[in-house]
């Protein structure tokens, strides 16, 4: 048997201001994909360990591509994108498919973009060959994924720590349908229902109740597997809203009673997701009041993970002014104060205004005087567990300023802040900082939990908001539970 693998993974967010390109994807094609993922704790990663351990299967690497969260991919870089995943799909030719994808992306004109990929390969691939798919735990499910493809695994973990075990189970599933031992059988329920992530992490809390029940369906052998798609609430589409997927062995009723079953969980505890934010003052102030460090204050509203552009100075204006006794860090995306560093060179000092280079509605630039400590091309490794572990990526040019106590790490393009090896590689270790800065809402929990004196999840504006009634939803199918609180329970439910 041959069995093709791809990746294609974005997560969108139609807020942002920064569109998504082609090149922003780094994809690799054929050989260049095994190279990329052999080892690494990711999904594609989890499906070659599986597929390599079984000497009558022949693996098709077709394509890697990975882009960080931004708003829509432009129509020409998503037609390109398509035609290459089709063409080496097709000169593959393999007998079946494993496709790793967020579930929550979309292009210019297309709503979709997991749905169009679905469409792309069951053409390729024809009506019998099984196509497998692993999703984000924020994925936005829609009929045509759930109809093209034969079995759908989401992650069971937030902060994402368990990529590679997922393409482990998927793969494994896989496997047994080729040798007629599964015969998978797919349903789902949609919900009127969008939650703020703050709140959702799967170690502790209600999302941890809801995952644990679901594990204990799939150790039972029941159900093959039990995916929860809290979706990520950023998305202006008709087709939106939380969902449940479960895979049966050949038990269609089954499946269907179970996705409906955790689809009345999740609506019924909906409420136990709110959060309540922190004003950066009072956050900066209990940091500066605990005898140790880090305090890690976490920006999601900024969050370079949920597709805002990492430029937000509402947390950074006030870190200039606080009374700092240690080193305070934070990341920023700005292209043109890293060229002005680059100009003036290590060792000197520059004033300028900097941050807001994108999101110009939610905050304004701050005047700083800041020494250039550090210059380098941004490139750095994850290797903390979670997003992307084991891969090198590269954030553009980049520069460290110092002013005061505040260690600004600033860079021409945008990357996950979730692990703390963005800092440590250039310099900067977050174990001895007062306070660390996180553009995220909880991805950054795994790692920087153990380090952490105290969290606080601040109150900044941004596109990546907790406060969803004061996003402009525009597409969104109405009634849609927080933004009407009144939405009626789904019927059946």
Known sequence: ?????????????NFSPVPTTYDDFNPVFGPAVLARHSGKLTEMGGFLDILSATPSIEIAPVCAAWAITANRLRRTDFARLKNDFAHHLSEANPDALLLAMHGAQTAVAEDDVEGSILTIARKILGP?????????????????????????????????????????????????????????SIAYRKL?????????????????????????????????AISIFPVQPWLDIAEM????????????????????????????????????????PEAIAAALSLPTGPTILAESSDSTGSGSPGDSTGVLKH??????????????VDPATVAAAFEAGVGATITRKIGASFDKKHSKPVRVSAYVKLLSDGSWTARARGYNTGITTSMGRTAVLVSG????????????????????????????CKIVVVKSPNGFRAAYEPLAAAIFVVDTPGVSSANLRQLPFKKVSRPLYPLDPDTPTPEGL
């Open 1 to 13: 048997m041959k069995i093709a693998v791809a990746a294609i993974l974005q997560e969108s967010n």
């Open 128 to 184: 019998r060959k099984p196509i497998f798919l692993t999703l984000d735990l924020h994925a936005n499910l829609t009929q045509r994924m759930v109809t093209l493809a034969d079995a759908i695994v989401g992650y069971h973990t937030y902060p994402h720590i368990d990529m590679f075990e997922t393409g482990q189970k998927a793969a494994r599933l896989l496997l047994r349908t080729l040798s007629g031992e599964l015969r998978p």
């Open 192 to 224: 009127p229902l969008i939650i703020p992530p703050e709140n959702s992490q799967t170690h502790r809390g209600p999302m941890h109740a809801l995952i644990t029940a679901a594990q204990a369906v799939e150790a039972s052998g029941l159900a093959e």
């Open 241 to 280: 809203g939380c969902s449940v997927v479960a895979v049966t062995n050949n038990r269609p009723k089954s499946a269907q009673r179970y996705a409906d079953t955790f689809a009345r969980r999740l609506w019924r505890g909906k409420n136990d997701f709110e959060i309540t934010l922190t004003p950066v």
């Open 319 to 332: 870190l200039l002014n606080a009374p700092l006794s240690g080193p305070a860090a934070i990341f920023l």
């Open 405 to 432: 106590h505040v260690h600004i790490l600033v860079a021409e393009r945008s990357a996950m802040t979730v692990d703390p090896e963005l800092f440590r590689s250039h310099g900067i270790d977050p174990v001895y």
